[in-house]
T-cell receptor, first 115, second 114 residues
């Protein structure tokens, strides 16, 4: 139990385009989902916290208009990287919790490459 | 535990030896600590956790030690195997800005020599 999936697993796009990444909790309902970014040889950095049915809370330095997060159901959160640029190339990882404060279950990550 | 640039500290051990990976955390309000294993191109994999009211917890071949006085966490892996080669991250959990968040340490690469 407690499986989290991400789609796509990897995506390559041209500079200036937008890319949507999906995060799904497959066998449980998640009231809270988190989005992390990981650059090569670095740690996971929390980008935002997403609660079902409400606006996401972004960490300092993360542009909410560039990284659009939607958590429309208890099993799905999406991250849209708008007008992507090469510096947005990174490994994006989501996690999901049944309730705030519960254990986070991590997805397998999405490798984004912006040309 | 401070986040560094593009260089991950590396621990190289002989297969069969014990490994000890250390982590310093920063938030005295953190009440939950987790060790994750991350293989190349994959998401973090839960290894073991410990709550702040404990100082030691054991799993299968792994032990986590918590020293709250000096804000230090360690992961001990017994009889290290080639499959243990990966990057290991500690994470501290705390309520921040009305959300329960995990803050990850900078990571240590474990290389197991056959």
């Amino acid at each position: 139990g407690a499986v989290v999936s991400q789609h796509p697993s990897r995506v390559i796009c041209k500079s200036g385009t937008s890319v949507k990444i999906e995060c799904r909790s497959l066998d449980f309902q998640a009231t809270t989902m988190f989005w992390y970014r990981q650059f090569p040889k670095q740690s996971l950095m929390l980008m935002a916290t997403s609660n079902e049915g409400s606006k996401a809370t972004y960490e300092q330095g993360v542009e909410k208009d560039k990284f659009l997060i939607n958590h429309a159901s208890l099993t799905l959160s999406t991250l849209t990287v708008t007008s992507a640029h090469p510096e947005d190339s990174s490994f994006y990882i989501c996690s999901a919790s049944r309730q705030a404060g519960d254990e986070q279950f991590f997805g397998p990550g999405t490798r984004l490459t912006v040309l | 535990g401070e986040s560094v640039g593009l260089h991950l500290p590396t621990l190289s051990v002989q297969e069969g030896d014990n490994s000890i990976i250390n982590c310093a955390y920063s938030n005295s309000a953190s009440d939950y600590f987790i060790w994750y294993k991350q293989e190349s191109g994959k998401g973090p994999q839960f290894i073991i956790d410990i709550r702040s009211n404990m100082d030691k917890r054991q799993g299968q071949r792994v032990t986590v030690l918590l020293n709250k006085t000096v804000k230090h966490l360690s992961l001990q892996i017994a009889a290290t195997q080639p499959g243990d080669s990966a990057v290991y991250f500690c994470a501290e959990g705390a309520w921040m800005d009305s959300s329960y968040k995990l803050i990850f340490g900078s990571g240590t690469r474990l290389l197991v020599r056959p």
